[in-house]
């Protein structure tokens, strides 16, 4: 069964601005990731933050982890063309180790140049 | 090496066909995945192996069999497999815990059924 679910479904905008994506989950997590995928090929990780975590930067990502809400979301500010891509919030299970991951359904961002 | 690397990029194989995806990984990681994907869907999970033995599978369908020959190599075989099997085969691996790292994943295997 799908964990996350993120909102948008897509977002279109104009190089240079900010991007946000949303991530709701449902059950308890040890850490919410994110992944970019172009194209349909192979996922990239971006960046993991663990449950104890509420803010977490990389470059121009800006991660946030609301665990009473059970909600994440994804900055990415400036962006360029390059982002166009879709992104995926993932949780793991937590009761199996980590070893369970489960996606949600993604967001597909579109950054006109 | 950071890569994961799968083999082929494409397959196109008919309805009984016997054929077999390859993934290979050499950064020691020692749990590996397999994932299906469908077009416009996220990955959904098959089968997790961790340290060379299948410790998640599921439910999928005996016609795919996974397996790890050795702690840089997983292997997914098909065999019988129907048209609506065709998706994108994402293989990807992790440090012994997933809790601390993310997943590297490969570029996929585009499997067309006919």
């Known amino acids: 069964s799908q964990q996350g679910e993120e909102d948008p479904q897509a977002l279109s905008i104009q190089e240079g601005e900010n991007a946000t994506m949303n991530c709701s989950y449902k059950?308890?997590?040890?850490?919410l990731q994110w992944y970019r995928q172009n194209s349909g090929r192979g996922l990239v990780h971006l960046i993991l933050i663990r449950s104890n975590e509420r803010e977490k930067h990389s470059g121009r990502l800006r991660v946030t982890l609301d665990t009473s809400k059970k909600s994440s979301s994804l900055l990415i500010t400036a962006s360029r063309a390059a982002d166009t891509a879709s992104y995926f919030c993932a949780t793991d299970a937590g009761d199996t180790g980590g070893f369970k991951t489960i996606f949600g359904a993604g967001t597909r961002l579109f950054v006109k140049a | 090496d950071t890569e994961v690397t799968q083999t082929p990029k494409h397959l196109v194989m008919g309805m009984t066909n016997k054929k077999s995806l390859k993934c290979e990984q050499h950064m020691g990681h020692r749990a590996m995945y397999w994932y299906k994907q469908k077009a416009k869907k996220p990955p959904e999970l098959m089968f997790v192996y961790s340290y060379e033995k299948l410790s998640i599978n599921e439910s999928v369908p005996s016609r795919f069999s996974p397996e790890c020959p050795n702690s840089s190599l997983l292997n997914l075989h098909l065999h019988a497999l129907q048209p609506e099997d065709s998706a994108l085969y994402l293989c990807?691996?992790?440090?012994?815990?997933?809790?601390?790292?993310?997943?590297?994943f490969g570029s996929g295997t585009r499997l067309t059924v006919v």
């Open positions: 990807a691996s992790s440090p012994w815990t997933g809790r601390r790292d993310g997943y590297t």
């Open positions: 059950t308890s997590i040890n850490n």
